[in-house]
């Protein structure tokens, strides 16, 4: 079905290059899968000199974890994979016809090329809300919602004008898909447990916390009766729930909703934006490069083995990639897909030089989690549906079983159990007063 | 000796209020020790959320502990403290006839004030030099130094032209004090262990190091046989050390330094400030308001009692103090200085309050460390000098010991005993291309 392009005079004399753009789980895991064959030179481009832990951002924006906890040096993660090389530097182009990507000061040659950039947020168009309703996918998001979120609670002890102390104890999260109902259910255990003896002036007991989402139920991608669990959950923590809400406007001091035909005004001074994604940059480029196709949100709809349609030598995986090949919809934006593209397409390139033939992709559902405070969460595996305690400790299990393979669990097991008997936050420090908004590609 | 200004009327009706400025060690341990006196009300004033572990700063500064294992937030350490209110704010003035601390929306009343806001770098009237060669005092300097750090590894991986790489992989380290030995031997860690399996294009065991101090050895308040011992393990690091070196220029390519009669220019794109501290404002302003007499770098000489002479309500505690009444020189500016003087000063504050005579400060010297790479430390607890292994146990034990009265402890205990066996840093993260340094006061 597919060509091989790389002759193979190439395969003989030289190693084949592999560049991997972007190192989170989709690119990380075909480096480490691809590490393995010394007939292969790995190229591993980040902007970032570290692989993040994504499905614990919300964890350092809420001051349970620290940044690093979540974080490797990707260096660090591929240094005894002596073909592998790692560059901070970004991709600003590429040329499939010369088989080279574009780096600000310089080129590089590839054989194959697997983008994995991933995607950012998306305003909806309204991008002036960027500035007030800060979003949650780097370490600097994270950071920035962190300071937001624990210097309201340092502004409400410190005024004295009630209605003012109101707005900094109303907490906005925009969107209820899993890191909505994260950020919602971390926001209810701080108020009601973590912080309610450390301040004088005022009862953290008294926050409100509105999760607002725009369908008819949170965490839409799960089965129903595991929306309704969760949503359950959220309230016992303290949390107004209000689905079929659509967000019209963001202000330093409001947030303005619509509900079928009520307007309502929520005097509010943190927003919390977790409402929608957009594909990274490089989802254009390969459009206008290499004829790649995107969907409505910019990622690149893929073939069966995950290469661009015309470009048996560009593979797109992770969040990125829109792959619709089984199932009724795309495949999720979660990091157990995006590392299963990965290491598909590091087998793909293998076999490829062996000169045997392809496998198709087949993602191998492992479910999905969403914790909900401290002892609630909601499990779907498929065949098996599951919420409270239970599937709180699956997805504390499943959560320090993938960090595993990084340097960082031991620390991060620690501290949740001295998290879980303190009920208090380890990192929650306010720090750079201004902090620049700094995207991932 | 000293007066009652708190009148019994007062003593019996009202509680007594104290203000104090600032949370680090003086401040907090002069909290904490008062928290136990039902009929004293104590407010914590300080600019930040957090109490920070300074001594261990360089660490986060390399990247072998996350800002996070060094911080705690002010609340959470004095929440049982019913009668102990912290407030995120800053004293920008001080009313010593009112008795009064103002702060930039409102005026709080005090019946004892304990200032201790400390101090931050000094670049010897070159202020220009902060931009390019930042000190080491604050979370946000820690998180720009290793910022810098990794960067200029990353920068040196990419560069082919020699001369360049050669000056990426230049640090220049400026004061050969307690932090700037402890900067250059966690340097010579990482290019010689931590870092060496993971760059391709570099070896970063061909690092240089500049350890540059003006008098005519590293460690100067230390005994000049430590001193030497010092130096022995520094170069054993890979650390060039040059002392009775002036540095005269700094710009974001060299550093200039004369010795003597040469001048040299060293090539580099990595410059850290450990040279110099200057007291923060706090001090202009009891000189102001209150006739304090500052010394040189402007801390505030104070009575044996540390309080201001002719403000027998007001106390200095910290590094902001020079107490020069014990030995032949003013306390330095360590930890275990700043904490004796809180407690004592809360506790003249409880015997004032009882109407018994103050007994006068005097500092019990638990010794000074220096940590210098893994290993290799000294110690001079006067009695008693200590170099080598033993010096670097002591260290560890020293410090974790002091950490036990915040949360962070373990974290840090088993982060470095990660850090330990696998030579590795735990947080070696680059964040936010541009950080404006904010320096506490």
Same mark, same amino acid.
């Given at each position: 079905?597919?060509?091989?392009?790389?002759?193979?005079?190439?395969?003989?004399?030289?190693?084949? #290059?592999?560049?991997?753009?972007?190192?989170?789980?989709?690119?990380?895991?075909?480096?480490?899968?691809?590490?393995?064959?010394?007939?292969?030179?790995?190229?591993?481009?980040?902007?970032?000199?570290?692989?993040?832990?994504?499905?614990?951002?919300?964890?350092?924006?809420?001051?349970?974890?620290?940044?690093?906890?979540?974080?490797?040096?990707?260096? &660090?993660?591929?240094?005894?994979?002596?073909?592998?090389?790692?560059?901070?530097?970004?991709?600003?182009?590429?040329?499939?016809?010369?088989?080279?990507?574009?780096?600000?000061?310089?080129?590089?040659?590839?054989?194959?090329?697997?983008?994995?950039?991933?995607?950012?947020?998306?305003?909806?168009?309204?991008?002036?809300?960027?500035?007030?309703?800060?979003?949650?996918?780097?370490?600097?998001?994270?950071?920035?919602?962190?300071?937001?979120?624990?210097? &309201?609670?340092?502004?409400?002890?410190?005024?004295?004008?009630?209605?003012?102390?109101?707005?900094?104890?109303?907490?906005?999260?925009?969107?209820?898909?899993?890191?909505?109902?994260?950020?919602?259910?971390?926001?209810?255990?701080?108020?009601?447990?973590?912080?309610?003896?450390?301040?004088?002036?005022?009862?953290?007991?008294?926050?409100?916390?509105?999760?607002?989402?725009?369908?008819?139920?949170?965490?839409?991608?799960?089965?129903?009766?595991?929306?309704?669990?969760?949503?359950?959950?959220?309230?016992?923590?303290?949390?107004?729930?209000?689905?079929?809400?659509?967000?019209?406007?963001?202000?330093?001091?409001?947030?303005?909703?619509?509900?079928?035909?009520?307007?309502?005004?929520?005097?509010?001074?943190?927003?919390?934006?977790?409402?929608?994604? #957009?594909?990274?940059?490089?989802?254009?480029?390969?459009?206008?490069?290499?004829?790649?196709?995107?969907?409505?949100?910019?990622?690149?709809?893929?073939?069966?083995?995950?290469?661009?349609?015309?470009?048996?030598?560009?593979?797109?995986?992770?969040?990125?990639?829109?792959?619709?090949?089984?199932?009724?919809?795309?495949?999720?934006?979660?990091?157990?897909? &995006?590392?299963?593209?990965?290491?598909?397409?590091?087998?793909?390139?293998? #076999?490829?030089?062996?000169?045997?033939?392809?496998?198709?992709?087949?993602?191998?559902?492992?479910?999905?989690?969403?914790?909900?405070?401290?002892? &609630?969460?909601?499990?779907?595996?498929?065949?098996?549906?599951?919420?409270?305690?239970?599937?709180?400790?699956?997805?504390?299990?499943?959560?320090?079983?993938?960090?595993?393979?990084?340097?960082?669990?031991?620390?991060?097991?620690?501290?949740?159990?001295?998290?879980?008997?303190?009920?208090?936050?380890?990192? #929650?420090?306010?720090?750079?007063?201004?902090?620049?908004?700094?995207?991932?590609?």
């Amino acid at each position: 079905m597919e060509q091989l392009v790389t002759s193979n005079a190439d395969r003989n004399s030289a190693p084949h #290059r592999v560049v991997i753009v972007g190192g989170g789980f989709g690119g990380l895991y075909a480096a480490k899968a691809l590490g393995r064959s010394k007939q292969i030179e790995i190229t591993l481009i980040d902007k970032r000199n570290f692989h993040l832990f994504q499905p614990l951002l919300y964890q350092v924006a809420t001051g349970k974890l620290a940044p690093g906890d979540i974080s490797s040096p990707l260096r &660090a993660i591929l240094s005894h994979y002596r073909n592998v090389k790692v560059l901070m530097d970004e991709v600003i182009d590429i040329k499939p016809e010369q088989h080279q990507v574009v780096l600000p000061t310089r080129t590089l040659p590839y054989d194959t090329l697997i983008v994995a950039t991933g995607v950012s947020h998306h305003y909806f168009g309204q991008d002036q809300w960027a500035e007030v309703a800060p979003g949650l996918k780097t370490v600097e998001d994270a950071i920035e919602m962190r300071r937001r979120i624990f210097r &309201a609670f340092e502004f409400a002890e410190k005024e004295t004008d009630p209605e003012k102390r109101q707005a900094w104890l109303t907490f906005v999260v925009v969107g209820a898909g899993p890191t909505g109902v994260e950020l919602a259910g971390a926001l209810g255990d701080l108020a009601h447990h973590a912080l309610k003896h450390d301040f004088r002036s005022i009862d953290t007991r008294e926050t409100r916390i509105f999760l607002l989402e725009g369908v008819d139920r949170v965490l839409p991608p799960y089965p129903p009766d595991l929306s309704a669990v969760a949503a359950k959950s959220l309230e016992d923590l303290g949390v107004t729930v209000q689905t079929q809400s659509l967000v019209t406007g963001i202000t330093e001091d409001a947030v303005t909703v619509r509900q079928g035909e009520q307007t309502e005004t929520i005097p509010t001074k943190t927003v919390l934006w977790a409402a929608g994604v #957009r594909a990274s940059g490089m989802g254009k480029v390969l459009a206008e490069r290499a004829g790649a196709t995107l969907d409505r949100v910019g990622r690149v709809i893929v073939n069966p083995d995950l290469s661009v349609p015309g470009q048996p030598d560009i593979f797109v995986v992770g969040d990125l990639a829109n792959y619709a090949h089984q199932g009724d919809q795309p495949l999720p934006g979660i990091a157990p897909v &995006a590392m299963q593209e990965g290491a598909y397409v590091a087998k793909l390139i293998r #076999r490829r030089l062996r000169g045997q033939e392809p496998l198709p992709f087949h993602y191998s559902n492992v479910g999905s989690l969403a914790v909900i405070g401290q002892n &609630a969460a909601v499990v779907n595996l498929g065949w098996l549906k599951l919420s409270g305690f239970i599937a709180w400790l699956i997805w504390v299990f499943a959560h320090i079983y993938y960090l595993i393979e990084f340097d960082n669990k031991l620390i991060v097991m620690i501290q949740w159990f001295w998290n879980y008997f303190s009920r208090k936050g380890g990192s #929650r420090l306010i720090t750079q007063e201004e902090v620049t908004l700094v995207h991932s590609e």
